[in-house]
């Protein structure tokens, strides 16, 4: 086995690792909630005027995914859409009180399994950091072009 396959093992066996280990307390504690749910839940709650072609990008979803997603968001009362007074075209999206406490919920997991994993991050030092941060940058933008290349952008 080359490096490629070794590092590209390593990652999905670690990918592995965290979700299982992760489940059983997301699972618990986000009951009746799918992750793709929660997963848009978290990008509306951060970021600025979120609409559909904005979720399919970063959930790496199309577009009509999306609009079933956020349907179902709706249906549960998670979520509700807004327009701007000077574009009644647009639709955008943003977390209901009842989505605010899914949110957090959430938010408060991943700061548990941060407080659980932070003896291991403790030891790795700013280079190695740096240098594993710069690596999955470059591995992303690669992949950005491989999709682009393969015509796979969101529509």
Known sequence: ????????????????????????????????????????????????????TKLAQSLYMTKGAISKLTKRLMEKGLIECYQKPDNKKEVYFRLTEQGKEIYNIHEDLHREFQERDKDIFGQVTEEQFESMLSFMKKYSHHLDAEIKKQGLEIN
């Open 1 to 52: 086995m080359n490096k490629q396959e070794l590092v590209m093992m390593e990652f999905r066996d670690l990918f592995n690792k965290m979700v299982w280990l992760n489940k059983n307390k997301l699972e618990d504690s986000l009951k009746g909630h799918k992750p793709s749910e929660v997963h848009c839940i978290e990008y509306i709650e951060r970021n600025v005027d979120p609409n559909v």
